[in-house]
């Protein structure tokens, strides 16, 4: 596996994501484990147009914020959400011990990722070596999760 920390003063909170995929070298679709600590998000509220995401819970108490729904995921959950379904999704872990989760996704060629909240769209081309930010107009933007 291969670890990645997420900064402490993302928007998110601080993370850690233990890549399961990039090991083997796999292209289509993306898996790894990401423990969140208490107070903190997987994410900002987002969807994809052309990725499929599940979510299995392995440990602690999670809530998935699903739209303007809320409901808490306990180990042996899962949740599922569909590509180009126009609905935000992000975890958060409002407990006080970690939560660990199995996250998969789907990689396809080009992807729209969409953060309704912050009027952000994130333009994914994978044969490009970085994505492109716009707002929901097509003017250049900021990533949301720069502080």
Request: charged share 25%; proline share 7%.
């Amino acid at each position: 596996m291969i670890k990645e920390e997420g900064p402490r003063d993302s928007p998110c909170g601080p993370n850690q994501t233990f890549w399961i995929s990039e090991v083997g070298g796999l292209t289509q679709f993306g898996a790894f484990v990401e423990v969140l600590p208490p107070g903190s998000r997987s994410s900002i509220k987002h969807w994809h147009s052309s990725e499929d995401e599940m979510v299995f819970v392995l440990e602690g108490l999670v809530t998935l914020i699903e739209g303007d729904r809320e409901l808490v995921l306990r180990p042996g959950d899962a949740a599922t959400f569909k590509a180009g379904d126009a609905v935000g999704h992000c975890l958060e872990n409002r407990g006080e011990t970690a939560t660990k989760c199995l996250v998969v996704g789907t990689r396809a060629s080009i992807d729209r990722i969409t953060y309704p909240d912050h009027d952000r769209v994130c333009h994914r081309d994978r044969s490009l070596p970085d994505d492109i930010w716009t707002d929901s107009r097509g003017n250049p933007a900021a990533s949301p999760y720069q502080v």
